[in-house]
C-alpha cells in the first residue's frame, strides 16, 4: 500500500507542477520538485526534512506517516518553511503550534473518531474495548474514540494499548478477550 501511496502522490505532484509550470510558474518563475526519502521512522524523515530545510526549499510536501509528521514539523515551522500533508491525521497535529504555515488536505482523526463511534452504536452493543498502539499518535487517537464512544451511549470497558512486539501483542489479545466486550475497536 505504501508504494501504490507514494505513486499517486507523485503522480498528482507531477500534475500540480506541470499546470503550474504551464500557468507560468510561481512569480514567473518555474516550479521544481526536489525529492527526499521520509524511510520508515523519526530518524530518516528527521535528516530528510532538515536536507530540505537545507537547501533552501519553498514548501514540503510530507512526510507521510503522522508519527514522522510529529517528529518533523518543529523543523520546518522553525524554518518557515510551508508544509503541506496529504496522509498525516494525527489529533496531535490539530493543535500544533505550526505559526499557520501547515496545511493537511486529509480529515483529522477527530472525524475518524466519531465514524467509529456511530458504528459501535449502530451494532447495539452496550459496551466496548478499545485496542491502540501505544505511542504518541494511538493514545490520543483512543481517547478521542472513548469520548465518542461513551457521547453515543456505549459503555467501555477497557483501554488496551500494545507495542508491536510479538509478547505484547500476545498479551494484548489475552486482556482483550477477558474483558468479554461485545466490541472491539482496533486503532
Known sequence: IAVELGLSMSDALALAVSEINAAGG??????RVVEREEGDNEATASLATLELIELGVDAIIGPTSSTNMLATLGQAVDAGVLTCSPT????ALDSFPDNG???RTIASDSLQAKALASLVESSGTSSAVIVYVDDNY???FAQE??????AEGTAVTAMV???ASEDSIAA???EV???????VVVI
Open 101 to 103: 504555515i501547515f496545511i
Open 145 to 150: 474514540a472513548r469520548l465518542a464512544v461513551l
Open 172 to 174: 494484548t489479545v489475552d
Open 26 to 31: 510561481v512569480g514567473g518563475v518555474p516550479v
Open 161 to 163: 494499548g500494545f507495542t
Open 138 to 140: 494511538g493514545r490520543p
Open 177 to 183: 478477550v477477558a474483558t468479554q466486550a461485545e466490541v
Open 88 to 91: 498525516a491525521t494525527a489529533l
